[in-house]
């Protein structure tokens, strides 16, 4: 999975310097445009729920893996679920913030060529735990506990993100909500780990904290070891089906 690069904003908000900091530790500080509303190019993720919307996404990843409709879609939702998903997961994992960002609040760019996408996320408020040194400031919203932090970004990432999108794929092509979810844990899983020299404690605890509150953690084994943390799918992405196939290391059909 790839994203696009794009000049650094002037000036990170305050509130997303720990994700920054991930994003930066996994080589991908330039690929979304954090806290800052987008310009001229971008299209609104709630949008992509539309009609002119979602064929725009579903015909760009088409051109992009030159893929049977159902592959392409399948391809997109990995994609973007995996793209979309880094702002809020990683702002939880490395500071317990949760951005109150929903699809009227995240933005995309789609390409042709590689890379297949960008990510902008405009300005949003903050869900904080109340020992955080930003509870009560402006932009802030102090929940009461960590069950409700976890509740409250299941709320904003699935259902007001990407529940609607992923529902409106599956109008267009037959592909199931289990195998389109199955991209979304791994997705988170995959971030994660890239990002882990950022987070604090234990990586492997917090994934699977983070993908049991989303419903999410029947779907990928995570397994650390002394040699690091690796994912194993419990679904395929249909990569597999290309002109020129491949086999995503932790993919369910590889031997």
């Given at each position: ?156 990432l699935l ?23 199955g991209s ?38 995570v397994c ?32």
């Amino acid at each position: 999975m790839t994203a696009g690069v794009l000049a650094p904003p002037r000036r990170t908000p305050v509130a997303w310097a720990p994700a920054a900091n991930a994003l930066a530790v996994m080589d991908a500080a330039k690929a979304i445009r954090l806290g800052v509303l987008p310009g001229p190019g971008w299209v609104r993720a709630s949008k992509l729920t539309e009609p002119e919307g979602l064929d725009l996404l579903l015909q760009a990843a088409a051109r992009r893996w030159n893929a049977a409709p159902h592959a392409a879609a399948t391809l997109a939702w990995k994609s973007y679920s995996y793209w979309a998903s880094l702002p809020t997961v990683l702002s939880w994992a490395a500071a317990r913030r949760v951005p109150l960002l929903t699809a009227d609040t995240t933005y995309a760019q789609f390409h042709d060529e590689a890379p297949f996408l960008t990510i902008g996320t405009a300005p949003a408020p903050f869900a904080v735990l109340p020992s955080d040194t930003l509870a009560g400031t402006p932009g802030t919203v102090v929940v009461a506990d960590e069950d409700e932090l976890l509740a409250t970004l299941r709320t904003q990432l699935l259902e007001r993100h990407l529940d609607p999108l992923l529902d409106a794929i599956r109008t267009e092509v037959r592909v199931g909500r289990r195998t389109l979810l199955g991209s979304v844990a791994s997705g988170i899983a995959y971030g994660m780990i890239r990002a882990s020299d950022a987070l604090p404690g234990s990586t492997h605890e917090s994934l699977l904290r983070l993908l049991t509150a989303l419903e999410l953690d029947d779907l990928v084994d995570v397994c650390a070891s002394d040699s690091g943390m690796s994912v194993q799918r419990k679904t395929c992405c249909l990569a597999f089906t290309l002109d020129q196939p491949k086999i995503c290391s932790g993919c369910c059909i590889r031997p």
